[in-house]
């Protein structure tokens, strides 16, 4: 099992800026990609960020690359910084983890989320 918990969410005004903070705990071996997803009211979740565990990153074309994600692995923790916010970027943003499980007579995937964090933009 991974447990995720992030951090850093909060109100900011349009064109401010946030750092959320994701860390991974528990079985954490074999991860084969984190990243970040986001969750407006009355919206699907929607994919913002995602980085492999060697760095290589993607993110959603919308966001106009004021998002950056990167990952510090001898802490396990990923990292989303968010400039010149904009009133649309406000939602809930979770933590994802896919890890590959491996049987007997092969393997899977499993996903694991974090409780999200609230990020509000607004004057």
């Known amino acids: 099992q991974v447990q995720l918990v992030e951090s850093g969410g909060g109100l900011v005004q349009p064109g401010g800026s946030l750092r959320l903070s994701c860390v991974a705990s528990?079985?954490?071996?074999?991860?084969?990609?984190m990243g970040w997803y986001r969750e407006a009211p009355g919206k699907d979740r929607e994919l913002v960020a995602g980085i492999s565990p060697a760095g290589t990153t993607r993110y959603r074309d919308v966001l106009g690359g004021r998002f950056t994600i990167s990952r510090d692995n001898a802490k396990k923790t990923i990292y989303l910084q968010m400039e010149r916010l904009v009133p649309e970027d406000t939602a809930v943003y979770f933590c994802n983890a896919v890890q590959r499980i491996y049987t007997g007579s092969g393997s899977y995937t499993r996903d694991f989320w974090g409780q999200g964090t609230q990020v509000s933009v607004s004057s």
């Open positions: 528990g079985i954490t071996s074999d991860i084969t990609g």
